[in-house]
């Protein structure tokens, strides 16, 4: 079983504002990943965390993004200042439990929309 | 190098026709899986079937089956019997061991509208 629940659902914001999506993995996982998908486009990569560990943040771009799971469980991603090309769909996802292949369960996903 | 390439932007099927959608790779890894998953307008990502390196036979999952050409490194998706519900984008994607756990590097989609 598998269950993520994503806040918000869409956000519009103006650039050089702040921004958070919070990810809630329901069922309890350890590894978690925050993915942005461009219009048009496939999900990408940002962030892998094993409990409160990155363990691979090489997509995530440092000076603007941010992320954090403190303790293991909620992750929360941060933007600021955003900028025009960081409108997108932000998408948690979690390995399906029993499931040897790697296939993810992905949440709803946060839609932002910088203008 | 993209991981995966999907060549096709959009595709159009008649209802209750079957449909392929396309889907090469490339990866050095001997072992990885590949994957595809459907996005409907609303937005989330529905995993639909998997296909691991070593496995032999293709993976089929009911109206869905992949076309797994190892030695030509590509992993297209069949739908037999389209219905109106799958107008939907598709998504290929790519698991590769040496990456580590579970990161999945997808393509660009194909939109497939089902026409009746």
């Known amino acids: 079983e598998a269950g993520v629940v994503q806040s918000p659902r869409y956000k519009i914001i103006e650039k050089k504002q702040p921004v958070a999506f919070w990810c809630n993995p329901i069922?309890?996982?350890?590894?978690l990943y925050w993915y942005r998908q461009n219009l048009g486009q496939g999900p990408e990569l940002l962030i892998r965390?094993?409990?409160?560990?990155?363990?691979?943040d090489s997509q995530l771009p440092k000076d603007r993004f941010s992320a954090e799971r403190l303790k293991g469980v909620d992750s929360t991603l941060k933007i600021q200042p955003a900028e025009l090309g960081d409108s997108a769909v932000y998408l948690c996802?979690?390995?399906?439990?029993?499931?040897?292949?790697?296939?993810?369960?992905f949440g709803e996903g946060s839609r932002l929309t910088v203008l | 190098a993209q991981k995966i390439t999907q060549t096709q932007p959009g595709m159009f099927v008649q209802e209750k026709e079957a449909v392929t959608l396309d889907c090469t790779y490339d990866?050095?890894?001997?072992?990885?899986?590949l994957f595809w998953y459907k996005q409907p307008s609303s937005g989330e990502m529905i995993f639909l079937i998997y296909?691991?390196?070593?496995?032999?036979q293709n993976a089929t999952e009911g109206r869905y089956s992949l076309n797994f050409q190892k030695a030509r490194k590509s992993a297209n998706l069949v739908i037999s019997a389209s219905q109106l519900g799958d107008s939907a984008m598709y998504f290929c994607?790519?698991?590769?061991?040496?990456?580590?756990?579970?990161?999945?590097?997808f393509g660009t989609g194909t939109r497939l509208t089902v026409i009746p």
């Open positions: 996802a979690v390995p399906v439990r029993g499931a040897n292949t790697g296939e993810l369960f």
């Open positions: 990866t050095s890894d001997q072992s990885y899986g």
């Open positions: 296909q691991g390196s070593y496995d032999e």
């Open positions: 965390y094993e409990n409160e560990e990155a363990v691979d």
């Open positions: 069922s309890g996982h350890n590894t």
């Open positions: 994607a790519m698991r590769e061991k040496q990456t580590g756990a579970n990161n999945l590097f």
